[in-house]
C-alpha cells in the first residue's frame, strides 16, 4: 500500500542552527511533493512544494530535496527561528494535476531551543 | 483577507445527535476538502468537491454527508455522530487539485 512516513517523531535544534526534517514514501509514481507546517491550534500552511521532475527547490529559508532513486524526501529549513517551532507534515500526489487526494505523512514536531 | 473559515472551532456533542460543521473560503477556489486529523495518522481526506454540486468520497467518508450547493460553502455533516469521530477536522480550498491548499484553522469534535 502507499505509505508517506518520516523518519523522526520530534526534532530539536538550537536557534540559529539549520534543521533537517527527511520524509519517506513508498509509491514510485508519486509525482509531487508538498511540506505543510502546522502551529499549535491552526491549520496547516503550505511552505513549499516540489513535483518529481526536480531534485532541489529553494523558498525563503526553506530548501526541499528530493531523491526519487530512494524515495526521500527532505526540508531543510536555514537559520532555525523560535517561530519555526511546528509540526511539519508531508504529503505527496501520485495522481495527475485535477485529481482529488493529497497523502499526509504523520509529521514530525520540531522544537527550536533559543 | 484570503481565508477559509470554519465554524465551530470546539464541539461537544452526544452520540446520535446530528451536527453541522460549516465551511467557507472568499478565495473563489473551484476545489474544496474536508479532513480528519488523529494522533498517529497524519491528515485523512474524509470528502473533497471539485465543483459546486460536484462531491465525491475520500478515504474515510463513512458516516459523514457533505454537500456543495454554492462554491463558497462546503458544509460536513455528521448524521449520527458516533466516538469514534471524534477528531480534530479540517477544511481545505484550492483552485485546482489538492495543489496548494489553503487550511482552515480546524474544528475539534468530540462525541460523547
Known amino acids: 500500500g502507499e505509505s508517506v512516513g518520516l523518519h523522526l517523531p520530534t526534532l530539536s535544534v538550537q536557534e540559529g542552527d539549520n534543521s533537517i526534517i527527511n520524509c519517506a514514501y513508498s509509491?514510485?509514481?508519486?509525482?509531487?511533493f508538498i511540506w505543510y507546517k502546522q502551529e499549535s491550534g491552526k491549520g496547516p500552511q503550505f511552505i513549499i512544494d516540489?513535483?518529481?521532475?526536480?531534485d532541489k527547490r529553494q523558498g525563503q529559508r526553506v530548501t526541499v530535496l528530493l531523491n526519487k532513486t530512494v524515495k526521500h524526501l527532505s526540508l531543510q529549513i536555514a537559520a532555525t527561528q523560535p517561530g519555526d517551532s511546528a509540526v511539519y507534515f508531508c504529503a505527496e500526489s501520485s495522481r495527475p494535476t485535477g485529481a482529488n487526494n493529497l497523502f499526509f505523512g504523520t509529521g514530525t514536531r520540531l522544537t527550536v531551543i533559543p | 483577507e484570503a481565508q477559509v473559515t470554519q465554524n465551530p472551532r470546539y464541539l461537544i456533542t452526544v452520540t446520535g445527535k446530528k451536527l453541522t460543521v460549516t465551511c467557507s473560503q472568499n478565495m473563489n477556489h473551484e476545489y474544496m476538502s474536508w479532513y480528519r486529523q488523529d494522533p498517529g495518522l497524519g491528515l485523512r481526506q474524509i470528502y473533497y468537491?471539485?465543483?459546486?454540486?460536484?462531491?465525491d468520497k475520500g478515504d474515510v467518508p463513512e458516516g459523514y454527508k457533505v454537500s456543495r450547493k454554492e462554491k463558497r460553502n462546503f458544509p460536513l455533516i455528521l448524521e449520527s455522530p458516533s466516538p469514534n469521530q471524534t477528531s480534530l477536522y479540517f477544511c481545505a480550498s484550492s483552485f485546482g487539485g489538492p495543489y496548494g491548499y489553503t487550511f482552515g484553522s480546524g474544528t475539534r469534535l468530540t462525541v460523547v
Open positions: 509509491n514510485s509514481a508519486s509525482d509531487y
Open positions: 516540489i513535483r518529481s521532475n526536480m
Open positions: 468537491s471539485m465543483n459546486v454540486e460536484v462531491t
